[in-house]
């Protein structure tokens, strides 16, 4: 099955500032996606990317598909504290056909305010 | 209501028990799934199930069993715990032709002692 890789492991930064994380892949993708989890509960999904070049936005969240179709980059402008968590990538376990997903291995955010 | 449940919440065991952990979901959706979560590690799928008939192993199956039981119940057992089971294990689900979009439980911790 495909892997994913994240960076960075985790982030430290004030409040107000702009974040950026990657997530590369060991092959192609044709789906990126990116969840955020909360302390204490499971993920959810907050971008789904489906077009190699895609820039998708969700408030002040915006992602983008690589070109390349083997990364994706996940934006956060102007952090606030309920940005804390943990935030995947993930994608397609197997390259064809009825897949499940595979995730990465999270990038921890914490804001300091 | 939560839409995606997970009982217990909390468990504590011994080495060399059986264990079950139970899913429930009232989103109507044929696709169920287990995940475990490692600090650093991510999520890692275990058994997914695409419809009450259809059961397929993840990346960490050994050591775990399934059963779904119904549309809107699937159950994770570790027949004999060892201690490297500690984790976090959640649940998700998603719709029929979709599997971008998972919903997530709130997760189960387990300790093994």
């Known amino acids: 099955g495909q892997q994913l890789n994240q960076s960075p492991q985790s982030m430290f930064i004030q409040e107000g500032e702009d974040v950026s994380m990657n997530c590369t892949s060991s092959?192609?993708?044709?789906?990126w996606l990116w969840y955020k989890q909360d302390p204490g509960e499971g993920p959810v999904l907050l971008i789904a990317?489906?077009?190699?070049?895609e820039l998708t936005s969700n408030g002040r969240l915006t992602a983008q598909f690589g070109i390349t179709r083997k990364d994706s980059f996940l934006n956060i402008s102007a952090s606030i504290p309920s940005d804390v968590g943990i935030y995947f990538c993930?994608?397609?376990?197997?390259?064809?056909?009825?897949?499940?997903?595979?995730f990465g291995k999270g990038t921890r955010l914490s804001v300091i305010a | 209501d939560a839409d995606v449940t997970q009982t217990p919440r909390n468990r504590i065991t011994k080495t060399g028990k059986r264990i079950m952990l139970e899913c429930s979901q009232t989103k109507g959706h044929d696709r169920m799934y287990w995940y475990r979560q490692d600090p650093g590690l991510g999520l890692q799928l275990i058994y997914y199930s695409f419809d009450v008939k259809d059961i397929n192993k993840g990346e960490i199956s050994d050591g775990y069993s399934v059963s779904r039981q119904a549309q809107a119940k699937f159950s994770l057992s570790l027949e004999s715990a060892i201690p490297n089971q500690t984790a976090l294990y959640f649940c998700?689900?998603?719709?029929?032709?979709?599997?971008?979009?998972?919903?997530f439980g709130p997760g189960t911790r387990l300790l093994v002692l």
């Open positions: 993930a994608g397609p376990l197997y390259l064809s056909g009825n897949t499940p997903l595979v």
């Open positions: 990317l489906y077009k190699a070049g």
């Open positions: 998700a689900t998603s719709d029929r032709g979709s599997t971008e979009t998972q919903y």
């Open positions: 092959s192609i993708f044709n789906t």
